[in-house]
Every structure is written in structure tokens, then in C-alpha cells.
């Protein structure tokens, strides 16, 4: 085996890892919302959703008041 190719072996491994790693996450989240829903109700996925929704606005706000006051377009 040559050295290019155990870079690009060990290189690729970390990405495999990571991209598991979000898709349990992903899966542990469905699951913690499920059990929510069946907890407490329907009601709660309307909280969430304006919650996310007022969360992922306000990011987007706060990212364009960045490029605003530090935009490098001055």
C-alpha cells in the first residue's frame, strides 16, 4: 500500500463517522418528539413549529444585522 492511499483511506473515515453520528441524532430527535406528541398532544407540534420558525427568524435577522454593520461593501 502506498502512503496516497492510506491518507485518502484515513481521510475518508472521519466523514463516514460524522454523518452517522447526525443521522442518530436526527433519529433520537423524531423519536423524543414522538414520545412528546403522545405525552402531551398535538398542541405541542404547533409550539414547536412557532418556535422554530421564530428561532430560524430571528437567526436570520441577527445574520443580516452582521453583514449590515460589518458588511465589507463600506
Known amino acids: 500500500m502506498s502512503d496516497t492511499t492510506a491518507i485518502i483511506t484515513t481521510a ?17 430527535a423524531l423519536v423524543v418528539l414522538v414520545a412528546a406528541v403522545a405525552v402531551v398532544g398535538y398542541p405541542l407540534v404547533i409550539v414547536l413549529g412557532i418556535a422554530g420558525t421564530a428561532a430560524f427568524l430571528s437567526g436570520l435577522v441577527v445574520l443580516t444585522a452582521a453583514d449590515l454593520f460589518f458588511g465589507k461593501g463600506k
Do not use: D, Q, V, Y
Open 12 to 28: 475518508a473515515r472521519p466523514a463516514a463517522k460524522s454523518s452517522r453520528l447526525i443521522f442518530t441524532a436526527i433519529a433520537l
